[in-house]
């Protein structure tokens, strides 16, 4: 089992904006300003589960893809392990690449429908310069095993397996490099019930044997009170309310999140809205 600190903090975000530009209408334009980030600030330790929960729209995906420096800022601060984010070099970017991986939501649009799982796997292993051919079939080998599937998996296509094996399959793919935070979309959204456990049990088991860090998203606060040590709730570009579990659970402060927790179907407590 991998050691860790675990109040190290990993990934600090200070001050985030990101706004949106639409524009509507065929003869007569509007344009629409979205501020899709509003001063978010957050912090994930070593080890540690932060889970970001919000409505559809309130800036999670967003936040996840400036993270991952998919999408540039207008305006905020991040660091790594300490590190500013803004003055890294070729190297540095590339290091971040590497450590921080994504889970997407969609198992099916995720994965390269003409690659074999091997190359799928490989192709990380390739583009960050990890071991030699020997080294990355035995890492290969080792990772599919450890997602639950088998190595003769790695001879087939995407469209041989099921939605809960496809998402083995991207969890495989973004851990093989052997990423420090992985950020996880919405991971379970788009599978079954039944099969939405075992994805998430696979994760759980996965952090500890391996140490990660994980920014959990999702809608669903039945899901993430499972997942999760902290929580930030999310709505309208900020983050409304952050805290432990025990906290947000069983003392919400913000309208919004008894909100949220009072719409959990099965619910029968119902927290005071004012
Ligand atoms: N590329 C884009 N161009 C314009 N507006 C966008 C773009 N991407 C997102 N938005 C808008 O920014 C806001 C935040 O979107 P985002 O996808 O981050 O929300 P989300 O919390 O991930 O929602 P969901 O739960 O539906 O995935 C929304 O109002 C969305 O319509
Ligand atoms: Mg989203």
Redesign the pocket.
């Known amino acids: 089992m991998a050691k860790i600190n675990k109040n190290a903090v990993l990934l600090e975000a200070k001050g985030l904006y990101k706004t949106?530009t639409?524009t509507s209408g065929f003869f007569v334009k509007k344009q629409r300003v979205?501020k899709?980030l509003n001063n978010v600030s957050l912090s994930i330790k070593k080890g540690e589960t932060l889970a970001i929960v919000?409505e559809?729209?309130?800036?999670?995906?967003?936040l996840a893809r400036c993270l991952l420096q998919l999408l540039s800022l207008d305006q905020g601060e991040l660091f790594f392990k300490g590190k500013n984010l803004n003055s890294l070099d070729v190297e540095g970017k590339k290091y971040l690449k590497r450590h921080i991986q994504m889970v997407f939501q969609d198992p099916y649009a995720s994965l390269n429908p003409r690659m074999k799982i091997s190359e799928i796997l490989e192709e990380g292993l390739l583009i960050h310069d990890l071991g030699d051919k020997f080294s990355r079939d035995k890492k290969m080998r080792d990772m599919i095993k450890k997602v639950g599937l088998e190595v003769s998996d790695l001879n087939k296509y995407p469209h041989q397996f099921s939605g809960g094996q496809r998402q083995r399959i991207g969890i495989a793919r973004a851990l093989i490099v052997e990423p420090e935070l992985v950020i996880c979309d919405?991971p379970v959204s788009a599978l079954d019930v039944s099969i939405q456990a075992q994805i998430l049990l696979l994760l759980k088991e996965l952090q500890k044997e391996l140490g990660l860090s994980y920014l959990f998203i999702s809608?669903d606060l039945r899901v993430v009170r499972h997942m999760a040590d902290s929580i930030a709730v999310m709505h309208q570009g900020k983050i409304v309310e952050q805290g432990s579990i025990k906290g947000i659970y069983e003392k919400p402060k913000a309208n919004y999140t008894r909100e949220l927790l009072n719409a959990i179907p099965g619910n029968h407590f119902k927290f005071k809205v004012s």
């Open positions: 949106y639409q979205i899709a919000g559809s729209g309130s800036g999670k995906s967003t919405e809608h």
